[in-house]
């Protein structure tokens, strides 16, 4: 028995649906491509009187997921009002998951894992693994450096950009710039224009990309504990004591959102700094590493870019609200709800801007 494992194909699609259907797949009748009413349809699935306008895509990342949920929305109001829009992947993160939900649109993974929901019918399944796990890491888009172009394109959605100036902007060469360019163009969250220029096409699906990706475990953190009035007053003496001691920093997750947006009270300070103090600056705020009742996080970065696009905040050096969005993805507390705060405030441009 050959024991290499099968890559995903569309043609698993079908079996897969019966199987969460819990219905013979000979019960199925499938339809491809040019064969369906739409040329853009990728797969017809009907059973009964249910039609699934299914949108399959080789890869899970949101990126792509969010545009597989818009297509295949489209294509099922094109089909006519008894069409359920499905997107399927190999295997579903949990962003593409949410995606999904928020587009009304369900889903399945080659993996297993569905989240289905019909007239008279509702499938959901999780907890599956994802079956077709690579082996190696892939050389990513939204790597610590690589990930400097999408922030900059981020922070700066309004305008266009020559790659020799995202080369410059970001700090990377001109030849990784114009390889990051092209995945981000291939994923059609960027466009190129026919002089050159780069610009956002899908401002929502390139930041849920780059959240999905953002990983804060990466960075160095050291936690400690230093009495303090309230979470403010701690904040201000930190970075007044960063800034005698001539370190780059940035505050950032719920201590940046709360500069940016005053959204929600908050306990721990996170602060990003280009390298640690001396244990005599941090005596002179109390500063105690400790990892029970921390209620500061100091961070060196795995990469210098996180303080692109810094602003001082009522004397506050903050990060970018774009890097405080992503760094709320691992943080306790009301962070969730910060996320949602800043993303709904100052990161959600109208498609038309």
């Given at each position: ?40 349809v990728d797969l017809v699935v009907s059973s009964g009187d249910r039609v699934w306008v ?84 892939p050389r990513s888009l939204f790597a610590p450096k690589s990930a400097r172009i999408a ?47 780069v610009r956002v096409t899908e401002y929502g699906a390139l930041l849920d990309a780059l ?143």
């Amino acid at each position: 028995m050959n024991s290499v494992r099968t890559q995903p194909r569309i043609g698993d699609v079908p079996s897969c649906l019966a199987e969460l259907l819990n219905i013979p797949a000979n019960q199925l009748k499938v339809r491809k491509g040019s064969t369906a009413r739409s040329a853009e349809v990728d797969l017809v699935v009907s059973s009964g009187d249910r039609v699934w306008v299914v949108n399959y895509k080789a890869s899970g990342q949101a990126a792509t997921v969010a545009m597989a949920a818009r297509r295949a929305r489209g294509d099922a109001e094109t089909l006519g009002r008894k069409a359920i829009p499905l997107v399927a992947v190999p295997f579903m993160g949990d962003v593409g998951r949410r995606m999904c939900e928020e587009a009304g649109v369900g889903w399945l993974d080659l993996s297993g894992n569905a989240h289905i929901v019909a007239p008279g019918m509702r499938v959901q399944i999780e907890g599956k693994p994802n079956r077709f796990k690579r082996v190696g890491r892939p050389r990513s888009l939204f790597a610590p450096k690589s990930a400097r172009i999408a922030r900059w394109l981020l922070m700066r959605h309004r305008e266009v950009f020559t790659q020799r100036e995202l080369a410059r902007l970001s700090g990377l060469d001109e030849g990784s710039t114009s390889r990051i360019v092209r995945g981000l163009s291939e994923q059609q969250l960027v466009s190129r224009q026919a002089d050159g220029l780069v610009r956002v096409t899908e401002y929502g699906a390139l930041l849920d990309a780059l959240f999905e990706a953002h990983d804060f475990s990466m960075h160095q953190v050291v936690r400690g504990h230093v009495a303090s009035r309230s979470s403010d007053e701690l904040l201000r003496r930190l970075a007044e004591t960063l800034q005698a001691e001539k370190i780059e920093h940035a505050a950032t997750a719920l201590a940046g959102a709360w500069q940016w947006c005053g959204f929600a009270g908050y306990r721990l300070v996170t602060m990003f700094v280009a390298e640690l103090p001396d244990a005599n600056a941090l005596g002179r705020i109390g500063f105690h590493e400790t990892e029970r009742g921390e209620n500061v996080w100091l961070v060196r970065p795995n990469d210098s870019g996180v303080f692109h696009g810094s602003e001082v905040r009522d004397g506050i050096s903050c990060a970018n609200p774009v890097q405080v969005y992503l760094d709320l993805k691992d943080h306790p507390e009301r962070s969730a709800d910060a996320a949602a705060n800043l993303r709904g405030k100052l990161l959600n441009p109208s498609p038309h801007a």
